[in-house]
């Protein structure tokens, strides 16, 4: 059984840092891509970054560039999100997700899309605010 488990999350003030962590269990030996999306209230989910399962590859939103960064730690089967220098507009649920790396790197939809991935965690929330 393929499961997610994110930690971490919290409540920080603006220009904070978290880390939020990913536990992949169950997943069958081969090349899976995982990913961060985050969902605020009355807004779509969307993608924040995602990392191949070698982690030579890397993916992030724009809004999110130079100050996020994504990594792996394969023999913990652990994927990490270090975010620093928060926003408010950084708040939501965030979600962490795995998707076949053939089907997301043959697709031509983006790399960043949740319709690509097929298993998810059920969600950390992070608020920003003072």
């Known amino acids: 059984q393929q499961q997610l488990v994110e930690s971490g999350g919290g409540l920080v003030p603006p220009g904070g840092s978290l880390t939020l962590s990913c536990v992949a269990s169950?997943?069958?030996?081969?090349?899976?891509?995982i990913a961060w999306f985050r969902q605020a209230p009355g807004k779509e989910r969307e993608g924040v970054s995602c990392?191949?399962?070698?982690?030579?590859?890397?993916n992030y939103a724009d809004s999110v560039k130079g100050r996020f960064t994504i990594s792996r730690d394969n023999a913990l089967n652990t994927v990490y999100l270090q975010m620093n220098n928060l926003k408010p507009e950084d708040t939501g649920v965030y979600y962490c997700?795995?998707?076949?790396?053939?089907?997301?790197?043959?697709?031509?939809?983006?790399?960043?899309?949740?319709?690509?991935?097929?298993?998810w965690g059920q969600g950390t929330q992070v608020t920003v605010s003072l």
């Open positions: 997700a795995a998707g076949s790396y053939l089907k997301l790197y043959s697709s031509s939809r983006s790399i960043l899309s949740p319709d690509g991935y097929d298993s």
């Open positions: 169950g997943f069958a030996s081969g090349h899976y891509v």
């Open positions: 990392i191949s399962s070698g982690g030579g590859a890397t």
